[in-house]
């Protein structure tokens, strides 16, 4: 295994991480199996998060006897002074631990989100006080705008930021950004790194990421067999093939049509200050009907949504893969919104127990 800083934590974390999103759809004997392989494969970092159902519970249960071996890094949805403590709480609990490596402010995705993080009641400013009892020792923050990113980065704020990068999803704002950390000593953890599931070969995938300047990748696994593949990447030479590109490049060109590559080129053009990209990585991932939800749910926070559109159309002239941009907000904006009219509080985990599918 090799082995990357990450940023200004100082901390060296293994290159190829563990992303436990997806431990819900085990049992806590198949959590333990590939927990424990990822560590005795050399794997150093774990990230978890209170929206992913019981992943936190099952991380917990199956390594905290071994809790020295790792850098745990959890995170939380709520943006409020007077919940912070209680998800912190919740969360040292169930993985079983007195201190978290890095906390993460999650799924920073809108202005609002981000000026609320950053107000001096905010979640911010609480982390800050609770840093300085030694509970937790890194702040973070993720999302998946890579322009939101960027600003918060450059606040200098964050000690880590998560966000999106693949070989068919890669934005020159997400190259820019990675760019940005590596320069500012600010770690960059990157996931969704098969592009939804999109890539079936992991192995050139991540060889593709770790050619980059990030300071770890963190695929979700489930099977042991795919913790010790992805571990072996870590030891490779990160050079593709001409196969291996041909590979890739074939992903691509077989996408749906209507697939959003979030280039986000159509983002600082659309004067209603909607963010397409994002709203339709909700409306593709909704588009399977389990989670449709919490694809609801997050909809709701958008104050500027999708039926904001004028049909201006300058979003369709900026888009280099002339996606139907219009259309699809259209589409999305039916799928989306919640027929009922709920307002759940900000940061309630979705009460039929879908995954946030951050990664």
Known sequence: MKFRKLGRTGL???????????????????????????????MNFIDTARSYRESEELVGKAVHERR??????????????????????????????????????????????????????????????????????????????PDLLMKAA???????????????????????????CS???????????????????????????LQHPVSTVIP???LKNQVIKNAAVADEDYSLTGREIDELDGII????????????????????????????????????PENIPVGRRWYRDYKINASNCTECGLCMAECPYELPIIDLLKEAHVLLKDPQGHQDPQGHQDPQGHQDPAK
Not at 189 to 207: E, F, H
Request: proline content about 3%.
């Open 154 to 180: 450059k606040t200098g704020e964050f000690d880590t930021v998560q966000g999106a990068l693949s070989y068919i999803e890669k934005p020159q704002a997400a190259l820019d950004l990675v760019e940005y």
């Open 68 to 145: 020295g071996e790792f850098y745990l890094a959890t995170k939380a949805r709520t943006r409020r002074e007077d919940q912070i403590m209680e998800e912190l709480e919740t969360s040292l609990g169930f993985l079983k631990t007195d201190r978290f490596d890095l906390y993460q402010l999650h799924f920073v995705n809108s202005e609002d989100d981000l000026e609320d993080v950053l107000s001096c009641d905010g979640a911010l400013s609480v982390l800050k006080k609770i840093r300085e009892k030694g509970i937790i020792d890194h702040i973070g923050i993720t999302g998946h705008d």
């Open 183 to 209: 320069q500012n000593d600010i770690g960059f953890i990157v996931q969704k790194p098969l592009a939804g599931g999109a890539i079936v070969n992991a192995r050139s995938a991540l060889k593709w990421i």
């Open 12 to 42: 060296e974390v293994s290159c190829v991480g563990f992303g436990a999103l997806p431990l819900p759809g085990l049992d806590e004997e198949g959590a333990s199996v590939v927990l424990n392989t990822a560590l005795d494969c050399g």
């Open 253 to 288: 060109a077989g996408l749906d049509k209507d697939f959003c590559r979030r280039c986000y080129y159509c983002h600082p053009v659309c004067p209603e200050n909607i963010r397409i990209g994002v709203i339709l990585e909700f409306f593709g991932k909704a588009r399977f």
């Open 220 to 222: 979700g696994m489930m």
